[in-house]
């Protein structure tokens, strides 16, 4: 088990930028694929961005390609995620997550360790 804050979030305008972190309070990062999770008020829970244990390999959602980028420090214990020109739609609770077993999982049900979402709105 990982214990994983998430910080980073606010409110911004549109096309405006943020760069969300995700520490592990307790635990190291550096055994586990991560991956970005984004909700919405009565939506799923949406993939966006997944990461191999190692940094060197990624999966990100179409719906956000080329503008949101996930990377990792693993002697930082911390993952990332920078998100560029910033879209009304990306309104929602973002959470980063954890997995030891599933390559890139893009599932929510395949991630066990989560952390308690940092909100993020964008004005236009």
């Known amino acids: 088990q990982v214990q994983l804050v998430e910080s980073g979030g606010g409110l911004v305008q549109v096309g405006g930028s943020l760069r969300l972190s995700c520490a592990a309070s307790?635990?190291?990062?550096?055994?586990?694929?991560m991956g970005w999770f984004r909700q919405a008020p009565g939506m799923e829970r949406e993939f966006v961005a997944a990461?191999?244990?190692?940094?060197?390999?990624?999966r990100t959602a179409d719906s956000v390609k080329g503008r949101f980028t996930i990377s990792r420090d693993n002697a930082k214990s911390t993952l990332y995620l920078q998100i560029n020109t910033l879209k009304p739609e990306d309104t929602a609770v973002y959470y980063c997550?954890?997995?030891?077993?599933?390559?890139?999982?893009?599932?929510?049900?395949?991630?066990?360790?989560w952390g308690q979402g940092t909100q993020v709105t964008v004005s236009s």
């Open positions: 990461i191999s244990q190692g940094g060197l390999t990624t």
């Open positions: 997550a954890a997995q030891k077993y599933v390559y890139l999982a893009a599932s929510p049900r395949q991630y066990e360790n």
């Open positions: 307790e635990g190291s990062l550096s055994e586990y694929v």
